[in-house]
């Protein structure tokens, strides 16, 4: 089945710096989802990316999906403490709806 | 906008017993999909339904099925627990299947004792 490669697994970092995961895939996926989640919480959409070579931004967040439609990564520009919880990516492939998801980055952010 | 609601929050149950889950989704969307999250394994797809009807199936035993009402809440259904069912089961719904973005609710903690 298909696998999505998440990295890095956790992250350590200062309030103000900024922050790039990324995730990879052994299939072609049609659209790319990030994804955070807080504790005790489910997970909420941050961004949704439909076309290759795709960029968009949200606020201090920006992802793209990848020209190969293999990949996707998420920047984080100019980290603040509430940035902290866990990322995970998911990825649809071309043919049905089902999401298959990154094993997640966990974020920590030192003020 | 209310977003989409899953009861209960937690339960506890034995091994044996069976379980109903329930899921409200976001006003006007009718696809409506079910993951499990355990730390080991991550999210992992249950099954996705539209319209009422089982589009797809992950990679789960019998023991794990649902439905789709004509409101579009689903409820899914775990019969003779086990203690590996242990977990957050997430409930995620969109407007239809396909290329739309799926919210998800903050989960049903499930703890089989």
């Known amino acids: 089945g298909q696998q999505l490669n998440q990295s890095p697994q956790s992250m350590f970092i200062q309030e103000g710096e900024d922050v790039s995961m990324n995730c990879t895939s052994s299939?072609?996926?049609?659209?790319w989802l990030w994804y955070k989640q807080d504790p005790g919480e489910g997970p909420v959409l941050l961004i949704a990316?439909?076309?290759?070579?795709e960029l968009t931004s949200n606020g201090r967040l920006t992802a793209q999906f990848g020209i190969t439609r293999k990949d996707s990564f998420l920047n984080i520009s100019a980290s603040i403490p509430s940035d902290v919880g866990i990322y995970f990516c998911?990825?649809?492939?071309?043919?049905?709806?089902?999401?298959?998801f990154g094993e997640g980055t966990q974020l920590t952010v030192n003020p | 906008k209310a977003g989409v609601t899953q009861t209960p929050r937690y339960l506890i149950k034995t091994r044996g017993q069976q379980v109903t889950l329930s899921c409200s989704p976001i006003?006007?969307?009718?696809?409506v999909s079910w993951y499990q999250q355990t730390p080991g394994q991550g999210l992992q797809f249950l099954f996705e339904?539209?319209?009422?009807?089982?589009?797809n199936k992950g990679n789960f035993p019998g023991r794990f099925s649902g439905r789709q009402f004509s409101n579009s809440r689903s409820e899914m259904n775990v019969s003779t627990l086990e203690l590996g069912d242990s977990a957050l089961y997430l409930c995620?719904?969109?407007?239809?299947?396909?290329?739309?973005?799926?919210?998800f609710g903050d989960g049903t903690r499930l703890s089989i004792l």
């Open positions: 299939s072609i996926f049609n659209t």
């Open positions: 990316l439909y076309k290759a070579g």
């Open positions: 998911a990825g649809r492939e071309t043919s049905g709806s089902r999401l298959t």
């Open positions: 995620a719904s969109s407007g239809g299947p396909g290329n739309q973005p799926q919210h």
């Open positions: 339904y539209f319209s009422e009807t089982q589009r």
């Open positions: 006003s006007g969307h009718r696809s």
